[in-house]
């Protein structure tokens, strides 16, 4: 039997038991919770790295044009006093297009004409005067001096009865110059001058897109300019018309480089078609060689870190975040080029990258996800 006393003196240890027994669930009942908070899986958007192909596909576009095209001018100048053709008219050999004032032309004739009667006349007065010369001399009354002299100025009659002749020609060709006639059959494409505009000679006045071969110019840059050669085939595409697809042939390759846009001019011939318009949009498609073992990633998907260009990877088995260090070739309008440090099969996170993190677990799409988001540009 324990004492009043002796109970009295134990009271506080067995107070002090139970709240230390308390506290001891609570404890256990947090953690208990604590162990129930399930791990955050993060959903993640990604792409699948594809396995490099032995070709890729380089595409430009450009516009249609007529082979040749000749900006017409006149051979004088002058004040346009008519002009015969509008944008769009179809144009024959010999059609007049344009008139310039012919008023000091036809003068200049006059003048030329009337030097040439005048060179006739002169010419029938040495003649005159050369054969007067030959009688004395046949009769011995004149000395050869003055024959020789006659012959002389004979035969000086003439020449400048040519050259006076030669001018009026010329007159006569300055005053048809007033007229600008088209040469070949083809389209007026441009009006560069209009009436009442004095034009110098050879001054453009009318372009004419001419019938035959049209071709499209594109423009290439240096990187891809060595995979252009005159005579390589390349396909022809439409924005007119998606289903209108046309074998060209590289015609002409610019051997120099525009200083302002530092690419190439590539001419690519078409083949004669109806459907084919000028001015149409086209897109030039070559297939070249794959000599660089790219992999193309979209930029979203590039990430840094340490000063070094980095991407997210995801590990199928585990499905956990991994970065890995990569060399970047170029960037393009649409992507970034990867050189090293990828592999075909890898799967790379595409969205989100500054949200990751080593060994975070994530949740890999579907395989009809994935494959919707797999990456196919060709490299």
């Not at 001399?137 to 050259?163: G, T």
């Not at 300055?174 to 006639?181: A, G, I, N, W």
Request: some cysteine; aromatic content about 4%.
């Amino acid at each position: 039997m324990f004492s009043l006393k002796t109970l009295s003196h134990r009271m506080p240890s067995v107070i002090r038991l139970a709240v230390v027994s308390a506290i001891g669930l609570g404890v256990a009942a947090c953690s208990e919770e604590k162990a129930e908070v399930k791990q955050v899986v993060r959903p993640v958007k990604v792409v699948e790295i594809a396995k490099a192909g032995d070709s890729r596909k380089l595409d430009y576009s450009g516009s249609v044009k007529a082979r040749t095209e000749m900006n017409l001018g006149f051979r004088v100048a002058g004040k346009i006093t008519e002009r015969l053709v509008d944008i769009g008219d179809r144009v024959t050999p010999g059609d007049v297009l344009a008139r310039v004032d012919s008023t000091d032309y036809q003068l200049a004739v006059k003048t030329a004409e009337a030097n040439l009667a005048a060179a006739e006349r002169a010419v029938e007065t040495a003649d005159l005067a050369n054969r007067r010369a030959e009688q004395l001399f046949d009769k011995n009354v004149a000395p050869k001096s003055q024959l020789e002299q006659a012959a002389l100025s004979h035969d000086q009659a003439i020449s400048q009865r040519d050259a006076a002749l030669s001018a009026l020609d010329q007159a006569k060709n300055q005053v048809s110059y007033t007229e600008l006639k088209a040469g070949q059959n083809g389209i007026v494409t441009a009006i560069n001058a209009d009436i009442g505009q004095v034009v110098g000679s050879g001054a453009a006045v009318v372009t004419v897109a001419v019938d035959g071969e049209k071709e499209v110019q594109v423009a290439v840059p240096e990187s891809d300019i060595a995979e252009f050669r005159p005579g390589k085939t390349v396909k022809a595409s439409f924005w007119a018309d998606d289903k209108l697809i046309l074998d060209g042939k590289v015609r002409e390759v610019s051997g120099s480089a525009d200083q302002q846009s530092r690419t190439f001019a590539v001419r690519v011939s078409l083949p004669n078609d109806p459907q084919v318009l000028l001015g149409m949009t086209a897109t030039i498609e070559a297939d070249v060689s794959n000599a660089n073992s790219y992999v193309s990633i979209p930029l979203s998907a590039l990430a840094e870190k340490d000063g070094k260009q980095m991407v997210w990877t995801v590990d199928r088995d585990t499905a956990t975040v991994h970065g890995r260090d990569i060399k970047v070739a170029d960037f393009t309008g649409d992507g970034v080029h990867v050189s090293e440090g990828l592999d075909t099969g890898d799967l790379v996170i595409s969205a989100g990258t500054q949200f990751m993190s080593e060994n975070l677990k994530v949740r890999v799409p579907n395989q009809q996800s994935a494959l919707a988001d797999t990456d196919q540009t060709v490299r």
